[in-house]
Nanobody, 130 residues
Framework: QVQLVESGGGLVQPGGSLKLSCAAS??????????IGWFRQASGKKREGLLC????????YLADSVKGRFTISRDSDQKTVYLQMTNLKHEDTAVYYC?????????????????????WGRGTQVTVSS
């Protein structure tokens, strides 16, 4: 059974950095055959599609709100996707989720479509506070 497990969240001061991990297991194919997206949901707000990577198509999408601050990467051998976050702000406080979709779905040049993703992690809390 497919599982995605996020880790690396916690409390960080404004301007600080965190690196989140999304470890995948139970995939039928190599990690590179799947699109991986990162999302977040802050209290009282809708889920945001932050960025995603579709390795097979070479697509990497980044929302305007995170360009220059957040970076997605993956270690296919370890079946792990990372979200490197820098210059964190109070408004980045949220539960962060990773999700996977079959290649060709979810992650596009101009958007990260949550409804396309078929498996989600449980999320990891990121709190930015002084």
């Amino acid at each position: 059974q497919v599982q995605l497990v996020e880790s690396g969240g916690g409390l960080v001061q404004p301007g600080g950095s965190l690196k989140l991990s999304c470890a995948a297991s139970g995939l039928a194919l190599d990690l590179d055959y799947y699109a991986i997206g990162w999302f977040r949901q802050a209290s009282g707000k809708k889920r945001e599609g932050l960025l995603c990577s579709n390795k097979m198509s070479g697509i990497t999408y980044l929302a305007d709100s995170v360009k220059g601050r957040f970076t997605i990467s993956r270690d296919s051998d370890q079946k792990t996707v990372y979200l490197q976050m820098t210059n964190l702000k109070h408004e980045d406080t949220a539960v962060y989720y990773c999700a996977k979709a079959d290649s060709g779905y979810g992650c596009y040049v101009n958007k990260n479509i949550a409804s396309d993703y078929d498996h989600w992690g449980r999320g990891t809390q990121v709190t930015v506070s002084s």
